[in-house]
């Protein structure tokens, strides 16, 4: 019996439908995206089929109610998909068909979505956190360059403490940057308040995993940074090898060569960094190396020493200390054992 392969062009409304099967469409659909909808048109596509959606803000939800449902869904990173789907024209009855064609010859980058719920709920909780992180530094920058405007630097503990904040207002020769200033203060402070909420969050749903306790030991890594990894990387096992564990922390190094030297030889290649990564993720990991190199007293910082002895520079110190510690962590979610400074 013949595989049929299912693209699916999703949008918040509606989704388009396409059926490939024996290198030919046989049929297409347009319904509601909804699981019920893209259920039942599911249920009338006989024999073994394989689904894709691209990833993006539905793709998770749709994947844990829809994977049951087919032989194999996939989920696929559409920038790889970029080139093929930007050439010639470009409609969602055209891009279901390509995603359906693609995944028929095997050319798709699929992307890791967890079935746990739990976990769901911890990395929106972290998302949401980080979030709301950024939407505070954007409020007091926006304090800042107002008072800028004016040739004022605002002081520090007048940002978060309205005690201070008051006494510098009433020092302001200036009335109207004041009523401005009280303005921007009410955002910074709901801001600041749902800060605090959404850590609280994050702490009670990182209480169910005892490995977020044990990274904790690790000099640099506390509830933000510990939680913030494990809702990005899931489980330990998605992982085939450390150094994909690396590349997809952003920290891994991937090999560039091109062109050929005045002797016809392959020109040597060049290491470079992989750029298109999870930002909140790779900086998690950066933070927490920069924490332990600061620190000073822990085998990182020793390590960090060691290779700029050595000639290394600090840059790519830093990312070879990343390196070393994710191996750390690594080792401990496999294995589930506390830091053990004597093994590092």
């Not at 605002?154 to 207002?169: F, G, K, T």
Request: hydrophobic share 40%; glycine share 10%.
């Amino acid at each position: 019996m013949s595989i049929r392969y299912i693209g699916a062009d999703v949008d918040c409304k509606m989704t388009e439908l396409a059926v490939l099967e024996g290198g030919r469409i046989v049929a297409r659909e347009r319904v509601r995206t909804d699981i019920g909808s893209i259920g039942r048109f599911l249920r009338v596509i006989p024999g073994p089929k394989l689904m894709v959606v691209e990833e993006g803000p539905m793709a998770g939800w749709l994947y844990r109610n829809l994977r049951m449902r087919v032989d194999r869904l996939v989920v696929c990173d559409p920038r790889r998909n970029r080139l093929i789907a930007c050439d010639g024209d470009k409609t969602e009855v055209i891009d279901a068909a390509k995603l359906a064609a693609l995944l028929r010859g095997g050319y798709l980058r699929e992307v890791y979505h967890t079935q746990d719920e739990g976990r769901v709920a911890l990395k929106e909780a972290v998302g949401l956190y980080h979030d709301r992180v950024r939407e505070a530094v954007r409020q007091i920058n926006k304090l800042r360059g107002r008072c800028r405007c004016h040739g004022l630097t605002v002081p520090s503990r007048a940002i978060r403490r309205p005690a201070h904040r008051a006494e510098w207002l009433a020092s302001l020769k200036h009335p109207a940057l004041g009523r401005q200033l009280e303005i921007l203060w009410l955002g910074l402070d709901a801001v600041l308040q749902q800060v605090g909420l959404a850590r609280r969050e994050m702490a009670r749903l990182a209480r169910g995993y005892p490995i977020i306790r044990l990274w904790r030991q690790l000099p640099g890594v506390g509830l933000i940074r510990a939680g913030t990894l494990l809702a990005y990387l899931d489980t330990p096992w998605r992982f085939g090898s450390a150094k994909k564990l690396y590349r997809y922390c952003g920290v891994g190094l991937k090999q560039f060569s091109s062109g050929s030297n005045e002797d016809g030889s392959p020109r040597p290649g060049h290491l470079r960094l992989f750029r298109g990564v999870n930002r909140r993720l790779k900086d998690a990991v950066m933070g927490a190396v920069l924490s332990a190199i600061c620190q000073g007293n822990s085998p990182f910082a020793d390590y960090y020493r060691r290779v700029i002895a050595h000639g290394l520079m600090p840059c790519n110190a830093r990312h070879s200390v990343a390196r070393k510690q994710l191996r750390v962590m690594w080792g401990m979610w496999k294995t589930n054992t506390p830091y053990d400074e004597r093994l590092v």
